[in-house]
């Protein structure tokens, strides 16, 4: 397992300058809350979020274009636990 920290390393055009723009937001900040995002009243489908203390949300999606939920996952050297579901059951 690896953590890329320079950009230049990634593959693709934009891959830098997005990973500079993660960085930007999200180091520093606190999280304030973990949850789920549900679009739409009675929707079985719900978005894993993580609430920030600047009140924006690092939102886990399956793609960069939003075409689903994602699923978050703990990982280190031993293991890998699925933390959150995409599907209200």
Known sequence: MELIIDGRKLKGS???ERLAAF???AIGRTIKTVGYLQFEDGEAEV????????????????????NAPG??????????ITLCQTEAK
């Not at 894993?48 to 939003?66: A, R, Y």
């Not at 699923?71 to 890998?80: G, I, L, T």
């Open 14 to 16: 934009a891959m830098p």
């Open 71 to 80: 699923v978050v996952v703990f990982a280190d050297e031993d293991k890998d």
């Open 47 to 66: 978005w894993p979020c993580i609430g920030l203390d600047d009140g924006t949300f690092l939102i886990v999606q399956s793609d960069d274009e939003g």
């Open 23 to 25: 960085q930007k937001a």
